[in-house]
């Protein structure tokens, strides 16, 4: 099967960005399951420039209610975002990808440094 024309120019926009292969497969992986998911509509983009932003809002949101890995999650929306302002939107447009998140302190590592973990604000 071959890739989507939206997975197709995200690949490309990694290439301008530089991404390492770690990258490169996050955002593979969470463009192609935008794209699955917007796929059955008749309005599907076929220019990332195209997208709603909206749209994209709600699939974080979407994806946020499953996540079990908080750090995963915001590298995750980091790479949606990466590949959006390289595709030409502006910092100002992509306000709404975003999820809030509250740090916990832990106690010290054995080393005495500060240890914190991540939870979504939800």
């Given at each position: 099967m071959s890739d989507s024309s939206l997975l197709e120019q995200v690949k490309r926009c990694a290439e301008k960005?530089?991404?390492?292969?770690?990258?490169?497969?996050?955002m593979a992986t969470v463009w192609l399951e935008f794209d699955q998911s917007i796929a059955p509509y008749p309005s599907h983009p076929f220019r990332l420039q195209?997208?709603?932003?909206?749209?994209?809002?709600?699939?974080v949101e979407a994806r946020?209610?499953?996540?079990?890995?908080v750090e995963f999650l915001l590298l995750e929306i980091t790479?949606?975002?990466?590949v959006l302002l390289e595709s030409g939107f502006l910092h100002n447009q992509l306000t709404g990808l975003s999820v809030r998140v509250k740090?916990?302190?832990?106690?010290?590592?054995?080393?005495g440094k500060y240890r914190f973990a991540k939870t979504l604000c939800i």
């Open positions: 960005i530089g991404c390492n292969d770690m990258m490169r497969a996050i195209d997208l709603d932003v909206a749209l994209l809002a709600g699939f946020s209610k499953r996540c079990v890995d790479c949606i975002r990466m740090r916990h302190r832990l106690a010290n590592d054995e080393n």
